[in-house]
DNA sequence: TCAAAATTCGAGTGAGTACTCGAATTTTAT
DNA sequence: ATAAAATTCGAGTACTCACTCGAATTTTGA
């Protein structure tokens, strides 16, 4: 009848700064993800970011890949994943610049998911399904916003809704990799609006 | 006076099995940096595709980097690079298509891009200027086409030519990813046909 | 207080990395 | 034919990698 669902004789939680510590590992781990991918990162580099052994970074994060993973999911949590807009009265168009605005401002996040996502699709990659997983997710999402659009007539006759929402996917991915490769020529938040206004009717 | 620019006093051309050997090695290296990346992909793995040492891989592309690039500007010569298309009177729309389909052919290929694309972003990847100065050219090339396009009266009003060809580059790399992570759900070249359709005008 | 559990880390381990060196072998121009 | 150059590769270098082990230290609940 401990706290725990299972009756084992003796198990303690873990200590009271055990949270921070983690947290300090995610950010460090984000960082190096995003700067060197998950191939190109090491826990060595992730350890002296946070000024810690390797080693007591290892019982945070028993595996690399546990700490991926990790870092992914807290991504995800912290900053939305898009799927869910705060505020439900909000445009779909306005929710989109919103997040492409909001994103550009966070350095390394778009590292992050550009690179991670990319890589992923490599043999035996730790993040595929993650990425699998959201694709399916976001397109899900989107393709119920475009498909109450149509309803409502404000949908471009012609256009699939399915189809819109994989394209909007696409566009915003491959716009934030040409925005890394050369900020200065790339607007992505015009891209991304250019395309809304071409498949959502106005008013 | 020798066949060679620099009148060294001793220099003789490669063997006659050179070549041929020099793109055995581009044809694994190519089938290794699509699997694993270029960071995940080691030499090693690439001379064991090849059936030679690593040492005598090192003889004809002295770095690691030296092979990259290589089989970068071996891939954009024998496959193209979408910036010039062979027919001149082929429409814009079918020549992105006929390239789309053609790339879902031949295996390896979009894995090659969309990886090392992505990958390039990240601290000293030596494919970062490549990938960079592609995405500098191809906005340039299809921007082109767009404006003889809107010279014509065919681009719808509104679309701007260079904002088209950002959005066209970046809804092809984009829809290459989620393709390469679930190939079933997605249709690349109905999506490129869908965004080419709404944005060009027919006749 | 005190013992059990959680945390920390130094010191490895074995495998893999890109790359070097030197020498043997193969090709080729003369 | 023969000598020089091109090619091959075994052996090794110095390094990094993720991960393990065992023991010391710190925190915590009772």
Redesign the interface.
């Known amino acids: 009848m401990t706290t725990n669902e299972a009756s084992r004789p003796s198990r303690r939680g873990p200590y009271a700064k055990s949270t921070e510590r983690r947290q300090a590992i995610l950010v460090a781990a984000h960082a190096v993800f995003a700067?060197?991918?998950y191939?190109?990162g090491s826990l060595q580099d992730v350890a002296d970011h946070v000024g810690m052994s390797q080693t007591s970074l290892l019982h945070y994060f028993p595996t690399k890949s546990d700490l991926l993973l990790a870092v992914l999911d807290w991504r995800d949590s912290i900053s939305g994943d898009g799927t869910t807009p705060p505020d439900p009265e909000e445009t779909l168009i306005d929710a989109v610049i919103r997040q492409a605005r909001f994103n550009e401002e966070i350095p390394g996040v778009i590292?992050l998911y550009?690179?991670l996502?990319?890589?992923?699709?490599?043999?035996g990659h730790p993040g595929?399904e993650f990425?699998?997983e959201r694709?399916?997710r976001l397109?899900r999402s989107y393709a119920q916003r475009f498909t109450q659009l149509a309803q409502e007539g404000r949908l471009?006759p012609?256009?699939?809704p399915e189809?819109?929402a994989?394209?909007l996917?696409?566009?915003?991915?491959?716009?934030q990799?040409?925005w890394?490769?050369?900020p200065k020529?790339?607007?992505m938040a015009?891209?991304l609006r250019?395309?809304l206004?071409?498949?959502v009717l106005p008013e």
């Open positions: 700067a060197h991918g191939r190109g590292e550009t690179v996502c990319a890589e992923s699709v490599t043999d595929r990425f699998t694709f399916d397109r471009r012609g256009v699939q189809a819109a994989a394209s996917i696409a566009l915003w991915d491959g716009i990799t040409q890394l490769l050369s020529s790339v607007d015009g891209c250019g395309y206004e071409l498949v």
